[in-house]
């Protein structure tokens, strides 16, 4: 047992009883800390099992802990962990949010030699990407679908994420991404079953054996997609907005870099057009992009759909081992090994600005520099960069204030909106109720024109299908969600709330039957989520799955990157392209990461040409 970052002085109990922590207060303490890393090596190695694995403050605050699971510390491990977040130093960087675009880019950072603290409001790392346990079960919280986890090329973002802080995850290949049941139509009385198999091949020609008369233009398609992914696959993924990194990839791979560029102003609902003419295949092709960007063809940019159509079947669908909150685990244990720092609990209420001084240029429209965030408990860190992984709605509204609220943000308010939340249901069943072969996830939708409606697509996902170790012995997991709006839950008394609960959970569940027959009768656990339960716990304003554009974009172009118009301040995650989705959001802590390194001197950079690209962006932005 190592117990690390206790002031010197602090008496704590040392304990291996969760329940204990309530009553800490009243408890005899073991020990009192004599130096400020103070090491206990409990007997011998071979009590381990024994082992504590709490250490609690007198006051009640459990403290960073680490027991070594593989072996027992060594002085050099033990040297270099990190001391207690401290409120004396400056930072290099202070995350706010350890999301996965938050870990992201502490993971870049802290790999770089940066000195870095992330304050995460949740007990627990992940935001949407982290995970719950019930009566055996180990939920995740969002998705299961995970992109980027494949073994080659530069698209498997969450596998380099990890290698970053020397993590690696056994994962779970999946042998379909997608099963999709369709409406019901003349052509087909039975509804359009489509899977979208690992194997392209298999998935083109179920597609095209669903739409003969559409072969050539269904290959056209995604064969654009490929061009696309082909190209990100061949270059180094950074900031684009450091410039020179990007004449360094336009050097080193001139072909990739001018296709991107030719398709940068793209979006999929064109690219689809150009090839495809049957309607109801324009619908599936929008459904396609629903699924993940909550909007349809039309509002999605090119460059995102040839990242997720095509990395599917190149690095494939992969679970990890464990559960995806097991990934955020992964990366704060590797940051926190790197000297990094990550406090839970830690709610920041405010952003701290001043006048940018030494006659700096600023970029903010009030000449301001974040230099430092306040907490709801008072305690202030200082950082020479501020990163927020929170939305920019909570980020700007919550954290800023609407007085400061730069130009480029009130533009994005016009071009961006909330996307809905979520209906969540994540239930235990007994396991014979899913026949062998059942794909883990589905899609249910019954009336083309009702898809972007509350409700009405249904996302299935049952990961322990892949998984079993998710699930106690004879039970699985499904986890049924449906987009949702906040408005619809609002003002209601506590009985009504929980009625219109139930009401919607036993009409999702009796559709969902469509696809698991008696799947009522075979509920063991059912724990349902609204979009309140979405605000509560991963703070997220309105519990909005993200950003989504307003208009038809200007491809990848109209998304802010990560800096601001206030110097200092940069934000990371699905408030900044390309937007949602786990590998996307590692997407943006990448660039995140890159750009503030360059900015603090940490990474090579042409800072006499950062303010023309950063001006051109804007322009094009702007004007878009
Ligand atoms: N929103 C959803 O319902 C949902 C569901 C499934 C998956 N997803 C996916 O999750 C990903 C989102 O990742 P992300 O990294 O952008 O964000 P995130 O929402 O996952 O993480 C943001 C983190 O910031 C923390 N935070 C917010 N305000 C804070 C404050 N004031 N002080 C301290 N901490 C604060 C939150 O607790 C959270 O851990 C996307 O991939 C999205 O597609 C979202
Ligand atoms: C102009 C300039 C600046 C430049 C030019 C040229 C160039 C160089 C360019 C470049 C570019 C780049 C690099 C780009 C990049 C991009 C990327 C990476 C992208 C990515 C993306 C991704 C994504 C979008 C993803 C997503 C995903 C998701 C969202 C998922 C989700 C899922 C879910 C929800 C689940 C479902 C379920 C069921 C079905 C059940």
């Not at 269904?218 to 950074?238: G, H, M, P, R």
């Not at 927020?388 to 909106?417: C, V």
């Not at 800072?607 to 950063?614: F, G, N, T």
Request: proline fraction near 6%; hydrophobic fraction near 35%; aromatic fraction near 8%.
């Amino acid at each position: 047992m190592v117990c690390i970052g206790i002031p010197t002085g602090t008496s704590v109990l040392i304990t291996d009883r969760p329940h204990l922590l309530q009553h800490a207060q009243t408890l005899k303490p073991s020990k009192t800390i004599t130096s400020q890393i103070h090491v206990r090596f409990l007997d011998q190695p071979g009590n381990r099992a024994r082992l504590p694995n709490l250490c609690v403050r007198r006051d009640g605050v459990r403290v960073a802990a680490l027991q070594t699971k593989t072996a027992w510390p060594t002085q050099s491990m033990v040297e270099k962990l990190p001391l207690e977040a401290s409120t004396d130093v400056e930072y290099d960087a202070v995350i706010i949010g350890s999301g996965m675009g938050g870990l992201a880019t502490a993971a870049q950072m802290v790999a770089k030699g940066a000195k870095v603290l992330v304050l995460e409001k949740y007990l627990l790392p992940g935001g949407s990407a982290s995970h719950f346990k019930r009566e055996g079960f180990t939920f995740d919280v969002g998705s299961s679908m995970m992109f980027g986890f494949g073994d080659e090329g530069t698209t498997n973002l969450i596998t380099k994420c990890l290698e970053a802080v020397g993590k690696k995850m056994a994962t779970i290949p999946d042998p379909t991404q997608v099963n999709y049941h369709l409406p019901k139509s003349s052509r087909f009385p039975e509804g359009l079953n489509v899977r979208v198999w690992r194997e392209y091949n298999d998935f083109v020609g179920e597609l095209s054996a669903r739409f003969p008369h559409e072969k050539d233009g269904i290959q056209a398609f995604y064969d654009t997609c490929w061009k696309v992914f082909n190209s990100l696959n061949s270059i180094e993924l950074k900031s684009l907005e450091e410039p020179r990194y990007l004449m360094q990839q336009f050097f080193r791979n001139p072909i990739a870099c001018l296709t991107l560029a030719y398709y940068a102003t793209t979006n999929t609902g064109e690219a689809a057009r150009r090839y495809i003419k049957d309607p109801e295949l324009l619908r599936f092709i929008d459904l396609e992009c629903y699924i993940w960007s909550t909007v349809a063809a039309d509002l999605t940019p090119l460059i995102n759909s040839g990242m997720v159509f095509c990395d599917r079947h190149f690095g494939g669908i992969n679970y990890p081992v464990g559960g995806v909150g097991l990934i955020a685990e992964h990366l704060a244990e590797g940051i926190t090994e790197h000297g990094g720092n990550i406090v839970y609990k830690a709610n920041v209420k405010e952003i701290l600005m001043r006048e940018e001084s030494n006659g700096q240029q600023s970029t903010g429209s009030a000449g301001q520099r974040a230099y430092g965030v306040k907490l709801a408990d008072g305690r202030v860190f200082r950082g020479k960069t501020i990163i927020s992984n929170a939305t920019r709605w909570d980020t700007f509204e919550n954290m800023i204030g609407d007085d400061h609220l730069p130009q480029g943000e009130k533009l994005f308010r016009k071009r961006y909106k909330k996307a809905p939340s979520f209906f969540s249901m994540h239930i235990g069943v007994k396991a014979d109720v899913l026949p062998p072969g059942t794909d883990c996830h589905h899609i249910i939708l019954e009336n083309w024109d009702k898809m972007e409606e509350p409700r009405e697509t249904i996302f299935l996902s049952m990961p322990s299908l892949l998984d079993p170790s998710l699930a106690p012995e004879g039970h699985h997991i499904v986890h049924a969600f449906t987009p949702d709006w906040i408005d619809a839950w609002q003002g209601l008394s506590p009985e009504d709330y929980e009625r219109k609960k139930e009401e919607v959970a036993e009409s999702l569940c009796k559709r969902i039957e469509a696809v698991i027959p008696g799947l009522r009768g075979a509920i063991t656990l059912k724990e349902v989520g609204t979009p309140r339960t979405h605000r509560r716990f991963l703070s997220r304003d309105d519990g909005t799955y993200g950003p989504i554009p307003s208009r038809p974009p200007f491809g990848m172009l109209s998304m802010p990157f990560n800096t601001t118009e206030i110097s200092g301040l940069y934000c990371v995650g699905d408030s900044t392209f390309p937007g949602q989705g786990v590998n996307a959001v590692v997407f943006s802590g990448f660039g995140c990461a890159h750009r503030a390194l360059c900015d603090l001197g940490m990474e090579p950079s042409w800072p006499a040409v950062d303010q023309v690209l950063k001006s051109s962006l804007k322009s094009i932005r702007d004007g878009s």
